[in-house]
């Protein structure tokens, strides 16, 4: 009896140390990106009342052949908050485009567009309990550390007279928003500056549908999907400027961002 006890607590001991190791990697993953935004953050902070003596100049002239290539997560974008009354007033779900980074996401390959996480992470027990999902957990842990060391630049932008995009009351008609950007790139941790230039934000969709038991209806939904995928374009703008720096994969979620699907 005494040896079947034995057993059971070193099964369990095993269990739970087994957990709390792929928590605590999971958290330390956490740590190192939210860690590396937080900088990001900081910089772009320090740096913002310099981006109005940027040159007129194109982002993507004045970077072109100065930034050595690497993988998709090499390049991240963040932009500068905004004052409040320059925020544009949208009804999407994405609600603003200022206080974002845009980088690539560790488990899809597509680009994801968040804000600072106030939240110190926790260990996540719940998710790390099974023993069948430890090798996934750690695996993933240790690809999102590596994706966070990766980043070689960061593209820190200021967005300027930024105009919402709307729909017509009826729906049939719409117009596509528009700002302007000046951007300046840096080497990632160092923070010198590479390059840097301005651009125009960029959407390219031709049609929008939206869906509703009235005309009405329908033009809301559009606007709402309109602004989000706005918002989006606008945020991966200075990014595609620059995508050449992080390879095909980097070029074509950008790209997907410009132009989004009708829906």
């Known amino acids: ?7 059971v607590v070193v099964v369990l001991l095993g269990w739970l140390g087994g957990t709390y190791y792929v928590a605590s990697a999971e ?24 981006f109005g ?16 290539p690497g993988g998709a997560e090499s390049v991240v974008a963040y932009s500068l908050e905004l004052p409040e009354n320059e925020r544009p007033s949208l009804r999407g779900y994405e ?17 994801e567009s968040i804000g600072l996480d106030p939240r110190e992470p926790r ?29 070689k630049y960061v593209v820190l932008t200021s967005f300027l007279s930024l105009r919402a995009p ?28 590479i390059c840097q230039g301005s651009g125009r934000a960029r959407m390219e969709l031709s049609k929008v549908t939206g ?10 939904d559009s606007e709402r999907e309109l602004s989000d995928n706005w918002v989006q374009a606008t945020l991966a703008s ?8 992080g390879g095909k994969d980097l070029c074509t979620a950008t790209a997907n961002r410009l132009t989004p699907v009708d829906w």
């Open 1 to 7: 009896m005494r040896i079947v006890a034995g057993i």
């Open 27 to 50: 958290k330390s993953a956490a740590e190192a990106r939210r860690t590396q935004e937080a900088a990001i953050a900081s910089l772009g902070k320090k740096l913002a009342g310099e």
């Open 53 to 68: 003596a940027i040159e007129s100049g194109p982002l993507k002239d004045a970077c072109a052949g100065k930034l050595e």
């Open 95 to 111: 609600t603003h485009v200022d206080a974002k980074f845009l980088r690539m996401n560790d488990r899809n390959g597509y680009l």
């Open 123 to 151: 260990l996540a027990f719940t998710s790390s309990m099974s023993p069948d999902d430890w090798s996934r957990h750690l695996e993933y842990a240790a690809t999102s550390r590596s994706r966070t060391e990766a980043v």
């Open 166 to 193: 709307s729909v017509s009351l009826m729906g049939d008609t719409f117009t596509a928003g528009s700002g302007d950007y000046r951007s300046r790139v840096v080497r990632w941790p160092s923070g010198e500056t």
């Open 211 to 220: 869906h509703g038991g009235s005309a009405g209806d329908a033009a809301s």
């Open 238 to 245: 200075p990014l595609d400027d620059v995508c050449a720096a």
